[in-house]
């Protein structure tokens, strides 16, 4: 027996005894999270950040502390997790067109069909494709999926924000009743179903997916939330004065956004440091109501045999860079929190080795006993999930446009525009990404550090997708 497979067939053996050794398939509770970067105390990405129930729930599985999505936007980031497809292969690399109206997608089986189709009932409430909206016949019960901002309740709170933002880019507190923000009514909804479960006798194993809108702009939180991070004592994200010095001139229209104010509005309207605290408040509201679902579950008959699943669809620029928002292939847009929690499986564990959100689709298939989905592209993660010690010689794949890709390793970011202009960072030694390695040419050691991590590259690139007529998406903008 070669050395390689003597290493894998235990872990195989011990995954197969995982999953038989239960008399019911796992269970499923699926947490998205919008527009959350790396600002989770457990991943130390900023100092003030607050997440206490993450920490929990990352301490009862593996925190992937290396975590990327595959597309720094929404529709084509939740769209390769849900239908198992890189942005370069599906061609949805922007927030138009929904999956559900692309023409060469509609035999693709999304995870929860996947799901249900291999005998779970599901369940789905508040944000997990891009605006709300759901495929049609995707989920079997749909909840509350309220939108961005509610009506009648949030009231628009700055009035100087310069013409080109709209009022989506508002931030600060918000004084009504807790319990009907969005994300608490949407938490709410899946403990309730939680409770319903729980009195069905025999019934099928669920898979429940829940999406917080939150920190997504505007960044709204109730005002007792801010009182927990007072503004005077916010730390500013770093930023380097010339630090676009040695960034490739294509990387400006790659990254352009009109839609958020400029960073120089926030610096000179005495705008960054509340902009911040609002995010931080909104992170920390999310994380309460991540603590209610865990507590809801930990209550129920399916605490034992539960795959709890949490994640970012991508991170957010406050500053860094001297940009807002997301729309980079920098690590402050890719870096995401993404823990797994499985029966049987590690506990406590903090996996340094690069993945992608991508591997959400078949580790929730193998961690069920489900077979694979051959149209599937990410790879299982269950490996890891056994023992993080393992060989794992695999890259995150980061893409936002056409031919525009960043490489992650446990060590480097490469990154490739599509006029050949690269960039490459030491992120242990450069961590803010402020020193492009390759910005005055290519020594031999660079060279062979490109050769290896552009192995990782898609091989193929699709043309970006167009809508096909009759457009049956259905949701809330």
């Known amino acids: 027996m070669n050395s390689r497979l ?87 690399y922007m927030n138009a067109p929904f999956p559900s109206t692309v023409a060469h997608l509609q035999d693709n089986v999304t995870l929860p ?188 008959p399916f605490s034992e045999n539960t795959v709890v699943v949490l994640y970012s669809d991508h991170g957010f620029h406050l500053g860094e860079k001297s940009r807002w928002t997301k729309f980079s292939l920098w690590e402050r847009s890719t870096r995401v929190p993404f823990i797994v929690v499985a029966p049987g499986m590690a506990k406590g564990q903090r996996c340094e080795n690069p993945v992608e959100l991508l591997s959400i689709y078949p580790t929730l298939l193998e961690l069920c006993g489900i077979q694979a989905n051959p149209e599937v592209e990410g790879r299982s993660l269950s490996p890891l999930l056994m023992d993080d010690s393992v060989e794992w010689k695999h890259h995150a794949v980061v893409t936002h446009g056409k031919d525009n890709h960043a490489v992650r390793s446990k060590q480097y970011r490469y990154i490739r525009y599509n006029d050949g202009s690269e960039e490459l960072y030491d992120m242990k030694a450069d961590p803010r990404e402020w020193d492009n390695l390759v910005a005055d040419g290519k020594s031999k050691k660079e060279k062979a550090i490109i050769a290896r991590l552009a192995k990782s590259l898609p091989e193929s690139n699709r043309e970006p997708a167009k809508a096909k007529k009759n457009n049956k998406a259905k949701g809330k903008s």
Not at 26 to 42: E, G, K, T
Not at 178 to 207: C, N, R
Not at 229 to 254: G, N, S, T, Y
Request: glycine share 6%; hydrophobic share 35%.
């Open 6 to 92: 003597s290493t894998i067939l235990p872990l195989v053996i011990l995954l197969q005894a995982c999953c038989v050794s239960y008399s019911q398939k796992p269970n499923v509770l699926l947490i998205a999270i919008d527009d959350m970067n790396d600002w989770a105390s457990c991943l130390d990405g900023h100092p003030d950040g607050s997440t206490p129930n993450m920490e929990r729930l990352a301490e009862r599985g593996t925190l992937f502390t290396n975590a990327h999505c595959q597309a720094p936007i929404c529709n084509p980031s939740r769209t390769s997790i849900m239908y198992g497809l890189r942005p370069s292969t599906s061609g949805v």
């Open 113 to 300: 069909r996947w799901m249900e189709k291999n005998g779970y009932q599901t369940l789905t409430t508040g944000k997990i494709y891009h605006g709300s909206r759901l495929p049609e016949n995707d989920f079997q019960t749909v909840g509350p999926r309220p939108g961005q901002r509610l009506k009648d309740l949030d009231k628009r709170l700055r009035t100087d924000l310069p013409g080109g933002a709209s009022g989506l880019w508002d931030f600060g507190p918000q004084a009504y009743d807790e319990a009907l923000f969005q994300d608490h009514l949407d938490a709410t909804w899946a403990i309730e179903q939680l409770g319903k479960l729980g009195k069905q006798d025999g019934s099928k194993p669920f898979f429940l997916s829940i999406g917080f809108y939150r920190p997504h702009v505007p960044f709204y939180a109730p005002s007792r939330i801010f009182e927990e991070f007072p503004r005077d004592e916010i730390m500013l994200p770093w930023v380097k004065e010339d630090d676009w010095a040695d960034i490739p001139a294509i990387a400006k229209i790659v990254t352009a956004n009109n839609a958020p104010p400029p960073h120089k509005w926030f610096v000179e309207n005495d705008a960054w440091r509340d902009a911040v605290q609002a995010y931080l408040a909104c992170i920390r509201w999310t994380d309460e109501q991540v603590g209610r679902l865990i507590d809801a579950l930990d209550e129920s």
